[in-house]
């Protein structure tokens, strides 16, 4: 039991930890939101280094377990991490593009004790996929694997990133998780950070095709009679006048661990011009309880106005930090998304110009437009 | 509708498991959680797919003598289970 006074009394332990296991990736989607700056291979934590995070989130009270990245199949080392997670109590999460994921591994998974997988898929058109993923023979690899994942056993989420590029084709997507006997399918617009931020002109879909999408998702649900996948729409934001209630507040139940040991509240927030305590060199209870960084926008006092003395902050936090500093310089300042920001035209003129782009040309994701766009800002 | 000479048992998309942290037992699933009341947790850990409802009803009753007739609360509860698919 915490002792009485300690700041565990009136913190939540994390429920849910990712492991962003590495920034390495065989696909260069446009719309991802890891970090502009992909960072250095070698610098990726050792095994042992998981390990010790998964036996001290754990102990912490810990539960959901998320093994993302990049591509969290490039690390020779997670069927041994998983079987660490399992036996640990974790229920295991591994989000993957499925590049990678033989027959053999996924097994061994299996094996391992692995929960469930998440299969990210660009489109139900093998071209469109394809050509988003930026790889030949994308779409038919996915699914085929897809098909391996639920010949083995597994509850199986597909993720589609929802874009200008693919939100016409949302009822072949539909049609295709159906057909491939999906649990889950959540059909999300990206969230612009990171890459997505980049390309946000040329990704986000105009107000209409997202209500007309929106209709035909409600059309397929209501003929479901229960029966079939369950289809999840994510609407973007910036359509928004109320933030979302990122991470359900900053430090309250996420824990986000990158390739390089960083502890963050997000896996986003490696953008926040701050300094993040690394798992190499402090345990994960102090780090949750004591950072400076884990308490920064913790709670509700750091709230400036019109948060501060907003009725509905305990709903939606003040939305996100990151969309905060994004748009409007200041990681404190409400989230523009909201009406209540003095900073609220942004997103509006942000939903404009991505309305009017005609031009579809995306950056791609890969190490060497990371390194250019870290060498200019430099 | 739930038949009392029935077994049914934790539907395979959920893992039902006590959590200490949260002293609480708690049905996961992808990328989610619901943490369940005393009682729910107490009814759900006993399917296992061949006790029947019936007899779960019986040990339920045996443990908590105090308890009031205990079918038609447990039977209601494994009807919104049922239809929640956390149970089949």
């Known amino acids: 039991m915490p002792k009485s006074g300690s700041a565990e009394n009136s913190i939540n332990p994390p429920l849910w930890l990712l ?136 509850p199986m989420v597909l993720n589609f990133v929802i874009s200008k590029q693919n939100i016409e084709n949302i009822d072949a997507i539909m049609q295709l998780s159906q057909s491939l006997e999906a649990d889950y399918v959540e059909l999300a617009t990206a969230q612009y950070y ?96 004591e950072s400076e960084l884990f308490n920064k926008y913790r709670g509700f006092d750091w709230m400036p106005e019109p948060c501060r003395s907003c009725d509905e902050k305990e709903k939606d936090f003040g939305g996100c930090r990151c969309q905060a500093l994004l748009l409007t310089g200041d990681a404190a300042n409400a989230d523009p998304v909201c009406d209540k920001s003095p900073h609220h035209h942004k997103i509006v003129s942000a939903a404009e110009s991505a309305a009017a782009c005609r031009n579809g040309e995306t950056l791609a994701r890969t190490v060497q437009n990371s390194q250019i766009i870290m060498q200019t800002r430099v | 509708m739930i038949q009392e000479n029935q077994a049914y048992q934790v539907h395979k998309l959920f893992r039902l498991q006590y959590e200490p942290a949260q002293n609480a037992w708690v049905l996961l699933y992808p990328e989610g959680m619901i943490k369940l009341s005393e009682s729910a947790g107490e009814i759900l850990r006993l399917l296992d797919g061949e006790r029947t409802v019936a007899q779960m009803i019986a040990e339920l009753q045996a443990r908590f003598p105090q308890a009031d007739t205990l079918t038609e609360d447990v039977t209601e509860f494994l009807g919104e289970a049922h239809a929640k698919k956390w149970i089949c």
Request: overall charge neutral; glycine content about 8%; some cysteine.
């Open chain 1, 19 to 154: 492991l962003e296991l590495t920034y390495r990736c065989p696909l260069s989607c446009p719309y991802c939101a890891n970090p502009v700056d992909l960072g250095d291979p070698a610098d990726e934590l050792s095994t042992e280094d998981w390990l010790k995070v998964l036996e001290q989130a754990r102990a912490m009270g810990a539960v959901q377990l998320g093994l993302s990245g990049g591509e969290p199949l490039l690390r020779k080392d997670l069927e041994v991490i998983v079987a660490k997670a399992r036996e640990l109590g974790f229920y295991t999460n591994l989000i993957t593009s499925g590049i990678g994921l033989t027959n053999k591994r996924l097994k061994a998974l299996k094996d391992a004790g692995l929960d469930h997988i998440q299969v990210s898929f660009q489109s139900a058109d093998p071209d469109t996929n394809d050509a988003i993923a930026g790889k030949r023979k994308a779409f038919e690899t996915k699914q085929e694997l897809a098909r391996q994942v639920k010949a083995h056993g597994f």
């Open chain 1, 194 to 289: 990171g890459w997505a931020l980049q390309n946000r002109d040329q990704l986000m879909p105009t107000l209409e095709q997202v209500r007309t999408a929106e209709a035909q998702v409600n059309a397929v649900r209501d003929s479901q009679n229960g029966v079939g996948p369950r289809f999840i729409f994510v609407t973007p934001d910036y359509y928004e006048t109320r933030p979302k209630a990122c991470m359900s507040g900053w430090g309250n139940i996420f824990l986000s661990v990158a390739p390089d040991g960083r502890a963050m509240p997000c896996h986003s927030a490696a953008l926040l011009p701050l300094s993040f305590p690394n798992v190499r060199d402090s345990n994960l209870k102090s780090i949750w309880y």
